[in-house]
């Protein structure tokens, strides 16, 4: 068998032939040059010279001349196959290195570690499961299964490819785990929406004392990111900085993206000032924080600062823009930045902008011409997002004439949409129209659509609590239930007013009387006010849009309990304090 090590020192490396080839570098009419010396002179007969041919050609992006080199080599040998197989692999050629690996297998010659490792991961680049699987048995026929780095590679390549439940196999099969292995299974958890198991075993490599890296930290903060996960993610920031970590331009964004997705758009901003490099995506993180804390004057500050000072924006930094004044209710600023993506960027808007600009222009009172910016569009162009902006628009200004129309593009676009038909109940029943209520209530029966439950989360001694309307799971539960009736009480004396009959037409009978009191926001809050100590801030992360109603009452319970209460729902971060919010009702 192969070692399991490649060899890569080449006898001829120092050869005049050799330097001219590492002279022209990945640049193909250069390489064409060289090849055609090659054979005029006989050097092309040197397999180290065509293995680094090979190279060059793939890292220059040509895959055709790459493959037109490769099968004009009689008899590769395992070496060149495996150059191959990792150049294809590493410059985005997935589906020729698995080919070169199966052109391997057929001409029957030896795979080793390096082989597997490279194949797997161009596997796991395309999410190609039912290639990969094949070539994880081909692992066991060969003895490659209990190899540190093929273990790795397969448990970032099932995590990728969506199987986390195989990846943790492979993971916990392993006798002893590298820091690659163990960052490997964090990432797989946290792309797959599994933040909170990512923490878990965060802590348990924490406990057995395992050596962290920044990758695994890159990880980490992004499943903090997802959980509003601050305590946790202060942790981390601290240990980066007291043992001396780089804080590198993915590492700095990061954490920029933790401390706004946790609410603290302060603290990112100095990250952001004391970052040595900032990128694209770093300015566009920057940005995008101040726009979901509603900060819009800051983000166009940025942006402006961006434009003199940092790399040119892309078509994500001015999603970010856009949504930012959408928030702020900046429609001057909102029109000049999207004309400069043309204008000053040649940058051609995408659904996702057009989506910034109806929302924009729909939250700002510009119905009709919202709505005449779709129909402008082409046929093509019109998503089903825009006509959601555009019907949340006719909801937040009671337009129902308009709401309807707007309502009949989007059930038509997307019929299997639940939240289309809630939205459009919500409409109605704003209006006063509880016969309509009821037509689209039978309509969701009918086709079986049923709303997507609504759960929040908080975070109390590093550790993270979730909460659906009327849980009673929680072992407190008797005690957060009286904590909480004890505060609605005592808002209600406040002036606090329970939102009418009509904003609960959505709910079931049997949840009527858990529907405004025990949404699962006001649980959370309740939990945190008992458990956290005076002063300290609390932090709720919700799945959905909060409610009218909620909203109205976490104004009073902030007043009434001397907090500071931050709320990130699915749309942006509200910031209540002294019984004010800070999106100003305008949200």
């Given at each position: 068998?192969?070692?399991?090590?490649?060899?890569?020192?080449?006898?001829?490396?120092?050869?005049?032939?050799?330097?001219?080839?590492?002279?022209?570098?990945?640049?193909?009419?250069?390489?064409?040059?060289?090849?055609?010396?090659?054979?005029?002179?006989?050097?092309?007969?040197?397999?180290?010279?065509?293995?680094?041919?090979?190279?060059?050609?793939?890292?220059?992006?040509?895959?055709?001349?790459?493959?037109?080199?490769?099968?004009?080599?009689?008899?590769?040998?395992?070496?060149?196959?495996?150059?191959?197989?990792?150049?294809?692999?590493?410059?985005?050629?997935?589906?020729?290195?698995?080919?070169?690996?199966?052109?391997?297998?057929?001409?029957?010659?030896?795979?080793?570690?390096?082989?597997?490792?490279?194949?797997?991961?161009?596997?796991?680049?395309?999410?190609?499961?039912?290639?990969?699987?094949?070539?994880?048995?081909?692992?066991?026929?060969?003895?490659?299964?209990?190899?540190?780095?093929?273990?790795?590679?397969?448990?970032?390549?099932?995590?990728?490819?969506?199987?986390?439940?195989?990846?943790?196999?492979?993971?916990?099969?392993?006798?002893?785990?590298?820091?690659?292995?163990?960052?490997?299974?964090?990432?797989?958890?946290?792309?797959?929406?599994?933040?909170?198991?990512?923490?878990?075993?965060?802590?348990?490599?924490?406990?057995?004392?395992?050596?962290?890296?920044?990758?695994?930290?890159?990880?980490?903060?992004?499943?903090?990111?997802?959980?509003?996960?601050?305590?946790?993610?202060?942790?981390?920031?601290?240990?980066?900085?007291?043992?001396?970590?780089?804080?590198?331009?993915?590492?700095?964004?990061?954490?920029?993206?933790?401390?706004?997705?946790?609410?603290?758009?302060?603290?990112?901003?100095?990250?952001?000032?004391?970052?040595?490099?900032?990128?694209?995506?770093?300015?566009?993180?920057?940005?995008?924080?101040?726009?979901?804390?509603?900060?819009?004057?800051?983000?166009?500050?940025?942006?402006?600062?961006?434009?003199?000072?940092?790399?040119?924006?892309?078509?994500?930094?001015?999603?970010?823009?856009?949504?930012?004044?959408?928030?702020?209710?900046?429609?001057?600023?909102?029109?000049?930045?999207?004309?400069?993506?043309?204008?000053?960027?040649?940058?051609?808007?995408?659904?996702?902008?057009?989506?910034?600009?109806?929302?924009?222009?729909?939250?700002?009172?510009?119905?009709?011409?919202?709505?005449?910016?779709?129909?402008?569009?082409?046929?093509?162009?019109?998503?089903?997002?825009?006509?959601?902006?555009?019907?949340?628009?006719?909801?937040?200004?009671?337009?129902?004439?308009?709401?309807?129309?707007?309502?009949?593009?989007?059930?038509?676009?997307?019929?299997?949409?639940?939240?289309?038909?809630?939205?459009?109940?919500?409409?109605?029943?704003?209006?006063?129209?509880?016969?309509?209520?009821?037509?689209?209530?039978?309509?969701?029966?009918?086709?079986?659509?049923?709303?997507?439950?609504?759960?929040?989360?908080?975070?109390?001694?590093?550790?993270?609590?979730?909460?659906?309307?009327?849980?009673?799971?929680?072992?407190?539960?008797?005690?957060?239930?009286?904590?909480?009736?004890?505060?609605?009480?005592?808002?209600?004396?406040?002036?606090?007013?329970?939102?009418?009959?009509?904003?609960?037409?959505?709910?079931?009978?049997?949840?009527?009387?858990?529907?405004?009191?025990?949404?699962?926001?006001?649980?959370?809050?309740?939990?945190?006010?008992?458990?956290?100590?005076?002063?300290?801030?609390?932090?709720?992360?919700?799945?959905?849009?909060?409610?009218?109603?909620?909203?109205?009452?976490?104004?009073?319970?902030?007043?009434?309990?001397n907090r500071e209460i931050i709320v990130r729902d699915k749309l942006r971060f509200h910031h209540f304090k002294n019984g004010l919010c800070s999106c100003q009702d305008y949200w």
């Amino acid at each position: 068998m192969e070692t399991k090590h490649l060899q890569t020192t080449l006898s001829p490396s120092h050869s005049p032939a050799y330097q001219v080839l590492l002279r022209a570098g990945p640049r193909l009419k250069r390489l064409q040059q060289v090849h055609a010396h090659f054979i005029v002179s006989g050097s092309y007969r040197s397999r180290a010279l065509l293995t680094k041919l090979l190279t060059l050609a793939c890292t220059a992006g040509s895959i055709l001349y790459t493959r037109q080199l490769f099968f004009s080599i009689t008899n590769p040998d395992s070496f060149l196959f495996n150059v191959l197989i990792k150049a294809s692999s590493k410059f985005g050629f997935s589906r020729d290195a698995i080919l070169f690996y199966r052109r391997m297998v057929a001409d029957s010659i030896p795979q080793s570690n390096y082989t597997f490792t490279a194949v797997i991961k161009a596997c796991a680049d395309i999410s190609a499961l039912r290639i990969g699987r094949p070539i994880h048995s081909h692992v066991l026929v060969c003895g490659y299964d209990s190899d540190s780095f093929v273990q790795a590679a397969l448990i970032a390549f099932y995590a990728k490819s969506g199987d986390v439940g195989e990846a943790k196999k492979v993971f916990d099969r392993m006798p002893e785990r590298t820091v690659i292995a163990w960052n490997s299974m964090i990432s797989g958890y946290d792309q797959n929406g599994f933040s909170k198991e990512a923490i878990g075993l965060f802590y348990r490599m924490r406990e057995l004392g395992v050596e962290f890296d920044s990758a695994t930290f890159v990880s980490v903060l992004s499943a903090c990111s997802q959980l509003g996960a601050l305590d946790l993610g202060c942790w981390v920031h601290d240990y980066i900085v007291n043992n001396s970590f780089d804080v590198n331009v993915v590492l700095g964004t990061s954490l920029i993206n933790m401390y706004t997705r946790c609410g603290n758009v302060s603290k990112a901003r100095e990250v952001f000032d004391e970052m040595n490099e900032r990128n694209v995506v770093a300015w566009t993180a920057m940005i995008s924080g101040y726009g979901m804390h509603g900060n819009g004057r800051e983000a166009i500050e940025l942006f402006r600062l961006m434009r003199i000072h940092g790399p040119p924006p892309n078509g994500i930094t001015f999603v970010a823009v856009l949504s930012a004044c959408a928030h702020a209710g900046l429609v001057h600023e909102g029109r000049k930045a999207f004309a400069s993506m043309r204008q000053d960027y040649g940058l051609v808007p995408r659904v996702e902008h057009h989506v910034c600009m109806v929302d924009m222009l729909g939250r700002a009172g510009f119905l009709n011409e919202a709505f005449q910016y779709i129909k402008d569009l082409k046929q093509g162009e019109q998503a089903p997002a825009l006509w959601t902006a555009m019907l949340g628009a006719c909801k937040m200004h009671k337009n129902l004439d308009l709401g309807v129309q707007v309502a009949e593009h989007l059930l038509a676009a997307e019929p299997e949409n639940p939240s289309h038909y809630v939205l459009l109940s919500n409409v109605y029943a704003l209006a006063g129209r509880m016969e309509r209520v009821e037509m689209v209530r039978n309509m969701m029966i009918r086709k079986g659509l049923k709303k997507q439950v609504g759960y929040s989360i908080i975070e109390v001694g590093q550790k993270s609590y979730l909460f659906s309307m009327g849980d009673r799971s929680h072992p407190e539960t008797t005690e957060i239930y009286k904590y909480l009736d004890e505060l609605m009480l005592r808002s209600k004396e406040a002036g606090y007013v329970p939102a009418p009959e009509s904003v609960m037409h959505e709910l079931e009978e049997e949840e009527r009387e858990y529907a405004l009191r025990y949404h699962s926001e006001k649980l959370a809050i309740a939990f945190g006010l008992m458990k956290t100590s005076h002063g300290m801030t609390i932090r709720i992360v919700k799945n959905l849009r909060m409610c009218e109603d909620c909203h109205s009452a976490i104004k009073f319970i902030s007043h009434i309990a001397n907090r500071e209460i931050i709320v990130r729902d699915k749309l942006r971060f509200h910031h209540f304090k002294n019984g004010l919010c800070s999106c100003q009702d305008y949200w």
